[in-house]
């Protein structure tokens, strides 16, 4: 009978401490998800930064095309090359333009859902809530 007692004492010792590790290691899981909850919507903002400086178009220096950027014509006859540049420059800052309010409602959309998730900030998944024992 005392044999029975002690396993059946050292069972309830080992399911504690299993339980224990699991209710720990839960918590260690609730405090990183609050933690990328938290860090989130920073790390998209910076990410959605970056790309968008990645992608604008690289433009002419001013000072050194003033002359066409004026309407000049006698410069523009003069260089070709120059004047194809600053025409396809411009098409591409026109087509900027036409896209933007795309872009900016794509923009607010992201933004919402970003705050969205944050809002879902104090929310605890089920799986990480405890059971109530009684």
Request: overall charge negative; charged content about 25%.
């Amino acid at each position: 009978m005392s044999s029975n007692n002690n396993s059946e004492m050292v069972e309830e010792v080992d399911d504690d401490l299993d339980l224990e590790t699991l209710e720990s290691d839960s918590n260690q899981m609730a405090q990183k998800l609050l933690e990328y909850r938290a860090t989130l919507p920073d790390h998209l903002n910076n990410t959605l930064v970056s790309l968008l400086a990645a992608h604008r178009p690289r433009l002419v220096p001013f000072h050194a095309e003033q002359n066409i950027f004026r309407g000049d014509s006698s410069s523009a006859s003069e260089d070709p090359h120059i004047a194809k540049k600053v025409k396809l420059l411009n098409e591409k800052i026109s087509s900027n333009c036409s896209a933007m309010p795309i872009v900016l409602k794509n923009m607010k959309e992201c933004i919402a859902k970003i705050n969205k998730l944050d809002s879902y900030n104090e929310i605890i998944h089920p799986a990480f809530r405890r059971k109530s024992s009684g």
